[in-house]
């Protein structure tokens, strides 16, 4: 099984920035954290759980939500399975809680059908 644990999250005010963190661990023949592509997620109370950015082990694809492309990237480390969600310019409305997800998939990142989800990390932005 592959297990995900995200941290990072915190208070900020808006225009400032964080960098959420999702290590993925646990291996076995089936589950390889290295082959499998990762994805950020975020939900709050009012919304459903909306795609936020994800990236492909292999071949460094990127997918970002529209309404933040410029102000977050996405990006990964293959050497310690940990994956990264840089965020600056932050705005009251990207308050939410924050999930990393999983799978093994070449196609529908944007989807919320990925097969392992971490805790989420809280990312609260003051106005």
Known sequence: QVQLV????GLVQAGGSLRLSCAASGRTISDIPSDYAMAWFRQDARKEREFVAAISWSG???YYKDSVKGRFTISR???????????SSLKPE????YYCAADRRYSGYDTTTY???G???QVTVSS
């Open 77 to 87: 480390d293959n050497d310690q399975n940990t994956v990264y969600l840089h965020m």
């Open 119 to 121: 805790q989420g990390t």
């Open 6 to 9: 995200e941290s990072g999250g």
């Open 115 to 117: 097969r392992y989800w």
């Open 94 to 97: 990207d308050t939410a809680v």
């Open 60 to 62: 460094s694809s990127t």
